[in-house]
């Protein structure tokens, strides 16, 4: 590996980094300079916004301790037979960044992954160093997500855990058979038990807690995991049926999904092209379903094409559902329980709010319901107000383009209205 400097090796290691969707990312140009590289300047070094168990949105170094690896996924541009430049940031140097870093007010905190160096243990041994010197050395108390590796001694990965806010560990593919073809070094049975392993480790160290306030902390943001979409035949039936498992088995506070995107020098079992980047979009509507509407996984499924396990493309997956289960509509705004009036298209979880403390005092009327969304008229159709009743729907394919967005518009409203 040719003789880098901080400042190369960050390049190379933030720009590696930015395939992992575990922490929400987003570039910045933030205090940034003509030439990208003046005083204060974070143009292009690794800083990503996520969102912090408070609801904040914070800002963090997100890097690789090296891209080199051990491992040869076919779908990972850090791969063994990857030929990319490689970069190897020592313990030390991540804490030296990461303080300097967070001195300037640049970042809150850390997210660390790693190519697997040497062995898993090795690699995890260093990740380990770098939370615990943060925190013990210098007594940081910014937020570190610490990505753990797979098949590293459960012993390290507590240790992960004590030092961390948040630690995850990636099940890559929604299949067991698509892990195998493009993963084959990497065990679904061995990611599975590291997550239970954690989960068992947070309720613990919570439970502790409650009676011995001095009972050290576990990962208190709890765990993550991240699916690639695209890379393999999973539909999204299959994805949305993982991710719920996952909820359900591992109590995950989050399932991120990462739309492949087509590597240099790319194995010939990929794909040729990434797919649409609405897909994931619509994946992280579906999991929003699960996770704040009360939607069951089946009912996200039933909501995909019946031919393809596919969800649509051109509308979101609750208006999907709506127009496939009709009989379930009207809901009636005055007198529904919050768990129908979820199930409106374009009514979110503030509007359903607001109509649950209006309607205590009075009838409500189309237009109340209108103040509260972005377009009553494609609400119209699925609900019932004291002056409004639609006439029966008609059938799907005449009723769609009255309710669906125009290609233009952001299918987004539906949700946040
Ligand atoms: S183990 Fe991780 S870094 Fe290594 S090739 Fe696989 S996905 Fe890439």
Not at 225 to 236: E, S
Not at 248 to 261: E, M
Not at 357 to 370: E, K
């Amino acid at each position: 590996m040719a003789q880098l400097d901080v400042r190369q090796k960050l390049e190379i290691l933030a720009d590696a980094a930015k395939y992992d969707a575990s922490c929400a990312s987003s570039g910045t140009a933030k205090r940034n300079s003509a030439d990208g590289k003046g005083i204060g300047s974070t143009e292009g070094m690794g800083i990503c916004h996520a969102y912090a168990p408070d609801g904040r949105c914070i800002s963090l170094l997100k890097i690789l301790l090296t891209n080199s690896c051990i491992f040869d996924c076919h779908y990972c541009i850090n791969r063994k037979s990857s030929n990319v430049r490689r970069a190897r940031f020592t313990a030390q140097e991540v804490v030296n960044l990461t303080l300097s870093f967070y001195r300037r007010n640049y970042i809150e905190g850390l997210f660390l992954s790693s190519g697997i160096i040497k062995s898993s243990n090795y690699t995890m041994e260093q990740l380990v160093e770098v939370a615990r010197s943060l925190r013990e050395d210098h007594h940081f108390r910014g937020y570190i997500h610490l990505k753990t590796i797979p098949d590293a001694d459960p012993e390290l990965v507590h240790q992960a855990g004590l030092y961390a806010d948040r630690v995850s560990i990636n099940v890559e593919l929604p299949t067991v058979g698509g892990l195998k073809r493009l993963a084959p070094e990497k065990d679904n049975a061995r990611i599975e038990g590291a997550m239970g392993e954690i989960k068992a480790a947070i309720i613990d160290t919570a439970e502790a807690r409650t009676k011995y306030r001095s009972a050290p902390r576990f990962a208190p943001a709890g765990q993550s995991t991240q699916m690639i979409v695209g890379a393999d035949a999973a539909t999204d039936g299959d994805i949305v049926t993982k991710a719920s498992t996952l909820y359900d088995r591992f109590g995950l506070r989050r399932v991120y999904y990462s739309a492949f995107s087509p590597i240099p020098d790319a194995s010939s079992v990929l794909p040729l092209q990434r797919p649409p980047l609405m897909r994931e979009h619509r994946l992280y509507q579906s999991d929003w379903l699960m996770r704040f509407y009360g939607f069951q996984p089946r009912e996200v499924v039933a909501a995909t094409d019946d031919a393809t396990g596919m969800l649509p493309l051109d509308i979101d997956p609750k208006l999907a559902w709506a127009l496939k289960f009709r009989d379930q509509f009207p809901v009636d705004v005055n007198r529904a329980p919050r768990e129908l009036l979820w199930r409106v298209p374009g009514l979110g979880t503030k509007a359903v709010k607001s109509i649950l403390a209006a309607r205590r005092w009075r009838r409500l009327r189309l237009d109340d319901v209108a103040r509260l969304t972005v377009s009553i008229a494609r609400i119209r159709p699925f609900i019932v107000a004291e002056d409004w009743r639609p006439v029966t729907l008609t059938d799907r394919a005449e009723l769609k383009p009255l309710v669906a967005p125009r290609p233009a518009r952001q299918q987004l409203e539906l949700f946040g209205a």
